[in-house]
């Protein structure tokens, strides 16, 4: 389970990650994959804890 306070650390982690993946060369393909599957990992929580506290905030609201 994620909740909000992890949001900062998975922020975090997507950002080095995409550096990297701006870094990598044409020929690192099997890295470039890792590290894209990585990247869209990350973002795909930061968007689902987002999603979760807004719905949060309009129940509680």
């Not at 080095?16 to 990350?42: H, I, N, V």
């Amino acid at each position: 389970t994620h909740h909000p306070c992890h949001r900062p650390v998975w922020t975090e982690h997507a950002e080095r990650t995409k550096t990297f993946l701006g870094q990598l060369g044409a020929p690192r393909k099997t890295e470039r994959s890792r590290l894209q599957a990585d990247y869209d990992r990350a973002m795909r929580v930061v968007t689902e804890i987002d999603a979760a506290n807004t719905t949060s905030e309009e129940t509680t609201a």
